[in-house]
């Protein structure tokens, strides 16, 4: 794409590329947690049937999520995020008013749904309009995840206290209002960028889509980013408990979280900036480094310093590392292809959250202790650190270019490293 100052303001694009994250992830996939003690004791629902309602909404986002980029490469991105935005704010408004628990469902999978088709097509549009701080701007709108669950984390209590049982439905609908705002925000200033003249035809043909699909390098970024997923949801569900089974307090161990996720909202887009000049495979090695250090420490012992630095090294580290891996899916191809090879990417990371929590809870159950099933997650973190090294001796070279045009250099930064 050319660096034409005819670009749209890099701040407005980022902000809404964040407020974006903060509704479809933060909101719809992430304050679910917060909202359902109210919600299910409201609607009499068991807790297997809680438990439904959360895998609908992820598998859902897994069925569709490859259709979100072949969405946003066939009608544009922005298309894909406002059909997205505004998909989710109807799982909203509808979760606000619902009483049934299979109405409740199919509102659940809609916010699923939803999420697959304006999640990545907004990494997508960000890395193609701004590929000379790529990192920076996937940096930025990986923050608003963090944001959103800070957010919800506060917003929420408050509106059960004010509202009392029905603060839950309060709660969905305030998430529905922040979605059409943001919607609104994206309508009025999102522009999708300009495509390339061998994309003017638009749909990619079948046969381009498995050259990415197949290609190695796209291939390795998948699954380490999968890798990644896997680690992270065993961390977020299971170490909370596993510093509370070895006696400390849950409220502290409660604060420790907070702090994680108070570090992380700054992480990203400072791990993203410092790869715009240090180099993406650098950066990306360092940030996998750090979290698996930090996994390691409570293997070591289990004495609230060692959670301590497990939970502030995390926080340093995770969303850099997400902001990473994210942004070398998108270093891989030419712009028009971002699209398809970043949810195809994060279809890897969908199923490697599906399979953690299932392999670590039968690791714990089976070995009646966290242990094994933390030690199962440094190996595989081990086998993405190994990745991460290859991905590091990328060539800097596109591995699918544009159809018969010359071979293009990745936006990376200046310093990679050979």
Not at 13 to 28: E, P
Not at 68 to 81: C, E, Q
């Amino acid at each position: 794409m050319s660096q034409s100052t005819n670009r749209p303001n890099m701040v407005i694009t980022v902000l809404c590329g964040t407020l974006t994250s903060l509704v479809v992830i933060g909101f719809a996939r992430l304050a679910y947690g917060v909202i359902l003690p109210s919600m299910r004791a409201d609607l009499g629902l068991s807790y297997q049937q809680a438990g439904i309602l959360s895998t609908v909404t992820a598998l859902c986002y897994v069925c569709f999520v490859l259709a979100g980029g072949l969405a946003a490469a066939r009608w544009g991105a922005k298309t894909s995020i406002m059909f997205g935005m505004l998909t989710v704010a109807v799982g909203f408004v509808g979760l606000a008013f619902a009483a049934n628990f299979r109405v409740v469902m199919f509102l659940m999978g809609l916010l699923g749904f939803g999420t697959a088709f304006a999640f990545a097509p907004m990494v997508a549009l960000l890395a193609t309009w701004f590929p000379e701080k790529r990192g920076l701007v996937i940096g930025c709108m990986t923050s608003g995840v963090g944001l959103g669950i800070l957010v919800a984390g506060v917003l929420v209590p408050f509106l059960f206290t004010t509202f009392g049982e029905q603060g839950w439905r309060v709660s969905w609908g305030v998430f529905a209002g922040a979605a059409l705002s943001v919607a609104a925000m994206i309508g009025l200033f999102v522009r999708n960028p300009p495509k390339a003249a061998t994309s003017a035809a638009g749909r990619p043909p079948s046969d381009e889509k498995w050259l990415i699909y197949r290609n190695p390098r796209v291939l390795i970024v998948a699954t380490t980013y999968g890798i990644i997923g896997l680690g992270y949801i065993i961390q977020t569900v299971f170490m909370v408990s596993f510093m509370v089974e070895s006696g400390h307090s849950a409220s502290i161990a409660g604060r420790y979280m907070a702090m994680m996720g108070l570090m992380s909202i700054a992480a990203g887009p400072l791990w993203g900036w410092v790869s715009d000049f240090w180099g993406r495979g650098n950066a990306l090695v360092m940030c996998i480094f750090l979290v698996i250090l930090a996994m390691g420490l409570p293997l070591i012992e289990q004495t609230l310093p060692y959670f301590f630095f497990h939970f502030l090294v995390m926080g340093a580290s995770i969303n850099g590392l997400f902001a990473m891996i994210q942004t070398s899916a998108t270093d891989q191809v030419a712009p028009r292809y971002i699209p398809i090879a970043f949810s195809f990417a994060t279809l890897f990371f969908a199923f490697g959250q599906f399979l953690g929590p299932a392999i670590a809870g039968w690791l714990i159950e089976t070995t009646e202790g966290f242990t094994v099933a933390f030690s199962f997650t440094l190996l595989v973190l081990s086998v993405g650190f190994g990745l991460t090294l290859l991905i590091r001796r990328f060539p800097k070279e596109l591995a699918v270019g544009e159809p018969n045009a010359v071979p293009t250099h990745s936006s990376e930064g200046p310093t990679r490293a050979k």
